[in-house]
């Protein structure tokens, strides 16, 4: 399977937003939770976000709750996270992927190239 594909990252001021979105080259994830993940430098991948199979369901880590949103377009093949009041210690690479929960996800899917996310103090 090919890797999802993230986009719409940038350089942003503290305080400003950014929606970045994934989509797939080929097959499609329905029926399936989708996430966001992300990896600051030198530390370790984490899950931000995440949705479930109808969109019905989310679940965010504490450190962004309030101020990102998920949401999927499955007609569109696509799914997004709007970002709010971004913060330095937002910056990272961001990833997307898909799983059988939109809770603690454990990905499916290998990991596409991310996209790139910072946030200017």
């Known amino acids: 399977q090919a890797p999802l594909v993230a986009s719409g990252g940038g350089l942003v001021q503290a305080g400003g937003s950014l929606k970045i979105s994934c989509g797939s080259s080929g097959g499609n994830f329905r029926g399936y939770a989708v996430g966001w993940f992300r990896q600051p430098p030198g530390q370790e991948r984490e899950l931000v976000a995440g949705?479930?199979?109808?969109?019905?369901?989310?679940d965010y880590a504490d450190s962004v709750k309030g101020r990102f949103t998920i949401s999927r377009d499955d007609v569109k093949n696509k799914f997004y996270l709007q970002m709010n009041s971004l913060k330095p210690d937002d910056t990272a690479t961001y990833f997307c992927?898909?799983?059988?929960?939109?809770?603690?996800?454990?990905?499916?899917?290998?990991w596409g190239q991310g996209t790139q996310v910072t946030v200017s103090s």
């Open positions: 949705i479930n199979w109808n969109g019905a369901e989310s």
């Open positions: 992927n898909f799983g059988l929960t939109h809770t603690a996800m454990q990905p499916l899917g290998p």
